[in-house]
Every structure is written in C-alpha cells, then in structure tokens.
C-alpha cells in the first residue's frame, strides 16, 4: 500500500478522483457508499487522512501541525 511504503510521520499525498476518495472515507468511517455526500467528499476537495493508533482514520480538522 502507499502507507506502508513510507515511514511513520511522514506525509504523503494522494490525488485521485472524487468517488475513490468517498470509497475511502465511507469505508473508514463504516458507513454505506451510498451515504458519501454526507461525508465531505466535495469536486476538488481535500480530505486529510492520518493513523490513529494502528488504523487509518478520516481528520475532521485537517491535519496535525508539522513538526520542525
């Protein structure tokens, strides 16, 4: 996978097509594709991504500040 492909902290960026990321962000959040409008996922849109713990999760205010 690009994660794993990459080491712990580092950012790394996607860009791919709206309902890939809707995929993605509603099989995150365990809710049904068909309710992807709900989630966020606009044309153009950015949806940030981190780990939390040992699983992947959708954050809500973006990402956490970078460290020096």
């Known amino acids: 996978t690009v994660v794993a492909k ?3 902290g580092e950012r790394i960026a ?3 097509h709206q309902m890939v990321i809707a995929s993605i ?5 365990s809710v049904p594709l068909r309710q992807w ?4 996922v606009s044309n153009t849109g950015v949806v940030w991504i981190g780990r939390k713990e040992r ?3 959708v ?4 990402p ?3 460290s020096v």
Not at 37 to 40: A, K, L, T, Y
Not at 59 to 62: K, N, S
């Open 25 to 29: 962000v509603c099989a995150l959040r």
């Open 14 to 16: 996607v860009v791919t």
């Open 55 to 57: 699983a992947l999760v």
């Open 59 to 62: 954050l809500d205010g973006g």
């Open 37 to 40: 409008r709900r989630h966020g």
């Open 6 to 8: 990459h080491r712990s």
């Open 64 to 66: 956490p500040p970078a």
